[in-house]
């Protein structure tokens, strides 16, 4: 079975522009979770997606968003990025989310200049 | 939510048997533990998961008391390959999400 895929891998941006994310979870899972990880604040939680709602929230602005679509695949926007949203971005499926048994995908590792 | 206390940081020589503690003193009711390993620039790795009791599987064991509040994370005969960061997660996977701690370092010498 494929695992959880991750496009783009390594992105650059600049401050102010917008970015795309997207996660492929494991065929079955409609579980699909966001976190972002960087070395001062370690991973952290920034939404869960179940059957294409939105179930749990992380502390986040309103800057981050995202979806997921009826293939339970996930898309997570960033609008008017900072220098500080540099991270590695971390998406995790599982099949309810319930117990939570996550499969994690390699990561988007976004770059703001 | 619940939340968890692992050491920071701890070190072994290889073919040791390694055991990371963590604990977990408000668990609620609903809440599994799960462990997770992760490498540097690398997606946490699901190793083990479980409710009470002990679970083993081909990569590690995990023991839970009675009383839930702490779980011990049993990896047998290390490798330098198993040098990476250990997460205990608490939580049920519902309504409220599942949180990361800092983890425990662990560094296998040769």
């Known amino acids: 079975k494929a695992g959880v895929t991750q496009t783009p891998r390594y992105l650059i941006k600049t401050r102010g522009q917008q970015v795309t994310l997207s996660c492929s979870p494991i065929?079955?899972?409609?579980?699909v979770s966001w976190y972002q990880q960087t070395p001062g604040q370690g991973l952290q939680f920034l939404f869960e997606y179940f059957s294409e709602t939105q179930r749990n929230k992380g502390n986040f602005p309103g800057r981050f968003s995202g979806r997921q679509f009826s293939n339970s695949r996930s898309e997570m926007n960033v609008s008017t990025l900072e220098l500080g949203d540099s991270a590695l971005y971390l998406c995790?499926?599982?099949?309810?989310?319930?117990?939570?048994?996550?499969?994690f995908g390699p990561g988007t590792r976004l770059t703001v200049t | 939510l619940a939340k968890t206390t692992q050491p920071i940081s701890m070190d072994s020589y290889e073919g040791q048997e390694v055991n990371i503690t963590c604990s977990h003193n408000n668990i609620a009711t609903n809440d599994y533990i799960t462990w997770y390993q992760q490498f540097p620039s690398q997606g946490p790795r699901f190793i083990i998961q479980?409710?009470?009791t002990k679970v083993t599987n081909e990569v590690a064991s995990l023991f839970i008391p009675a009383d839930r509040k702490s779980s011990t994370l049993s990896l047998p005969r290390v490798s330098l390959s198993d040098t990476a960061v250990y997460y205990c997660l608490v939580g049920d996977g519902g309504n409220t999400p599942l949180v990361f701690g800092k983890g425990t370092r662990l560094s296998v010498i040769a």
């Open positions: 065929s079955g899972h409609r579980s």
């Open positions: 995790a499926s599982s099949l309810s989310g319930r117990p939570p048994e996550q499969y």
């Open positions: 479980g409710y009470k």
